[in-house]
């Protein structure tokens, strides 16, 4: 069963908004074993639309529309869909008792004509109950094709798969399973993955495919499978999962989307009831960003000391300013000395601290734009490592990130083995 996603929308067309939408529907989507072949972003045109319609028409199962059906005039998703189905909107009286008591029930006010207009759909469309909005969902088929319009407000659009296409779809169709495995590996790039798996790559069932997803300092190995028996393609992944891991062992760090390099940390530390803090200068504070962005961090992170400033090591670290000037700010003595003193003053038992140069210009030090000096202090020992991560900025900036997480893991691990 293969479906299209269609975000309308000139604010996305032009960058003034993020389509969100597609994702989510798309995930939505392959949890049901429905492949998602194409995602579309078009502007709020009629012609354009119904182009769009007939180029899809009979070559996907379902096409499912996001956007265009508010009360004003710019959003053209109703009329286009019955002049595309030679149908025409009537009054459907459950939409209006539900938009009539949102309006007047629950904001207080007067039901205006544009909010009443919302209760218009097309005659033979089957309407999707839009329990937190005023705009319906419609379902309409032409020849082999299910055309769904969805309202473009997020919140809206997930209530309305949630509760209503989902459930429609799993009633109406036979769908074949998706199975997916996330394997998520730091420390090597792309290449070098794919040199050290290439035999187990070239040995994988047909029915299993690999795809490579790589970010700066990770590489996440995702497996799919599809096929009619469940019970079979869950026990060839895990068999194939099984066989990489002897392979890559000690760069794999966990499996599937949420196991991510900080969840795992915070998993172990938890464990290990130790603690965590950050100083950091070239990163802004985007580790302890990714630290605290996981559920019961609090449990272990104690907190970070963003010091971009050499006033700020000293002054607020109490970073020896005679050491700056010997080493400066850049150097493996500054991070040794930000890690150790973030260290007593949050009281934690490791701490991270991160100074280099980030770049398009030195600031103030003259080492090599793209270098970096990442610190951690454990509670016995204290680590320094220089890096070079090249530019753009925002590059040195996410490597360093990584980096910086996967030296604490190692070092956590050690005492865990």
Same mark, same amino acid.
């Given at each position: 069963?293969?479906?299209?996603?269609?975000?309308?929308?000139?604010?996305?067309?032009?960058?003034?908004?993020?389509?969100?939408?597609?994702?989510?529907?798309?995930?939505?989507?392959?949890?049901?074993?429905?492949?998602?072949?194409?995602?579309?972003?078009?502007?709020?045109?009629?012609?354009?639309?119904?182009?769009?319609?007939?180029?899809?028409?009979?070559?996907?199962?379902?096409?499912?529309?996001?956007?265009?059906?508010?009360?004003?005039?710019?959003?053209?998703?109703?009329?286009?869909?019955?002049?595309?189905?030679?149908?025409?909107?009537?009054?459907?009286?459950?939409?209006?008792?539900?938009?009539?008591?949102?309006?007047?029930?629950?904001?207080?006010?007067?039901?205006?004509?544009?909010?009443?207009?919302?209760?218009?759909?097309?005659?033979?469309?089957?309407?999707?109950?839009?329990?937190?909005?005023?705009?319906?969902?419609?379902?309409?088929?032409?020849?082999?094709?299910?055309?769904?319009?969805?309202?473009?407000?997020?919140?809206?659009?997930?209530?309305?798969?949630?509760?209503?296409?989902?459930?429609?779809?799993?009633?109406?169709?036979?769908?074949?399973?998706?199975?997916?495995?996330?394997?998520?590996?730091?420390?090597?790039?792309?290449?070098?993955?794919?040199?050290?798996?290439?035999?187990?790559?070239?040995?994988?069932?047909?029915?299993?495919?690999?795809?490579?997803?790589?970010?700066?300092?990770?590489?996440?190995?995702?497996?799919?499978?599809?096929?009619?028996?469940?019970?079979?393609?869950?026990?060839?992944?895990?068999?194939?999962?099984?066989?990489?891991?002897?392979?890559?062992?000690?760069?794999?760090? +966990?499996?599937?989307?949420?196991?991510? @390099?900080?969840?795992?940390?915070? /998993?172990? =530390?938890?464990?290990?009831? *130790?603690? &965590?803090?950050?100083?950091?200068?070239?990163?802004?504070?985007?580790?302890?960003?990714?630290?605290?962005?996981?559920?019961?961090?609090?449990?272990?992170?104690?907190?970070?000391?963003?010091?971009?400033?050499?006033?700020?090591?000293?002054?607020?670290?109490?970073?020896?300013?005679?050491?700056?000037?010997?080493?400066?700010?850049?150097?493996?003595?500054?991070?040794?000395?930000?890690?150790?003193?973030?260290?007593?003053?949050?009281?934690?038992?490791?701490?991270?601290?991160?100074?280099?140069?980030?770049?398009?210009?030195?600031?103030?030090?003259?080492?090599?734009?793209?270098?970096?000096?990442?610190?951690?202090?454990?509670?016995?020992?204290?680590?320094?490592?220089?890096?070079?991560? +090249?530019?753009?900025?925002?590059?040195? @900036?996410?490597?360093?990130?990584? /980096?910086? =997480?996967?030296?604490?893991? *190692?070092? &956590?691990?050690?005492?865990?083995?």
């Amino acid at each position: 069963m293969k479906a299209t996603i269609i975000t309308i929308g000139d604010e996305i067309l032009i960058g003034q908004i993020v389509d969100t939408n597609s994702g989510f529907i798309a995930k939505s989507l392959d949890r049901i074993g429905v492949e998602v072949v194409e995602m579309i972003s078009i502007s709020d045109d009629k012609k354009h639309i119904l182009d769009t319609f007939a180029q899809l028409q009979n070559k996907v199962d379902v096409v499912i529309v996001t956007g265009g059906l508010g009360p004003t005039k710019d959003d053209v998703t109703k009329k286009t869909f019955c002049e595309y189905f030679d149908d025409e909107l009537v009054v459907n009286p459950e939409v209006l008792a539900h938009v009539t008591q949102l309006i007047e029930g629950f904001y207080k006010r007067p039901i205006s004509q544009l909010n009443k207009d919302q209760a218009l759909v097309p005659s033979t469309c089957t309407v999707l109950h839009n329990q937190v909005g005023t705009a319906p969902g419609m379902w309409m088929k032409k020849e082999n094709t299910v055309f769904v319009s969805l309202p473009g407000v997020p919140y809206e659009m997930k209530y309305l798969v949630e509760e209503e296409i989902i459930p429609k779809i799993v009633r109406e169709y036979k769908r074949p399973y998706i199975i997916h495995k996330t394997i998520l590996t730091y420390g090597q790039g792309e290449s070098l993955v794919a040199e050290r798996i290439e035999d187990w790559e070239n040995n994988l069932p047909d029915f299993i495919k690999l795809a490579y997803l790589p970010n700066p300092g990770r590489v996440r190995l995702r497996l799919t499978a599809r096929g009619t028996n469940k019970e079979e393609l869950e026990k060839a992944i895990e068999d194939n999962v099984a066989s990489l891991d002897a392979i890559i062992h000690d760069i794999i760090v +966990g499996y599937d989307e949420n196991e991510t @390099i900080e969840t795992v940390i915070g /998993k172990l =530390l938890t464990k290990q009831n *130790k603690t &965590i803090s950050t100083a950091e200068s070239c990163t802004g504070g985007k580790i302890a960003s990714l630290i605290s962005s996981v559920q019961g961090s609090s449990k272990y992170f104690n907190g970070s000391i963003v010091s971009y400033a050499t006033e700020a090591k000293v002054n607020v670290l109490g970073v020896s300013q005679d050491l700056i000037d010997q080493y400066t700010v850049v150097s493996a003595q500054v991070a040794s000395a930000m890690a150790l003193s973030v260290k007593k003053l949050l009281k934690t038992d490791y701490a991270i601290a991160t100074t280099g140069n980030a770049g398009p210009s030195k600031g103030d030090s003259d080492a090599e734009i793209g270098t970096v000096f990442i610190a951690l202090a454990t509670p016995d020992d204290i680590i320094v490592e220089e890096f070079n991560f +090249g530019q753009p900025r925002e590059k040195v @900036i996410d490597r360093a990130t990584i /980096k910086s =997480l996967e030296i604490l893991q *190692k070092e &956590i691990l050690k005492i865990v083995r």
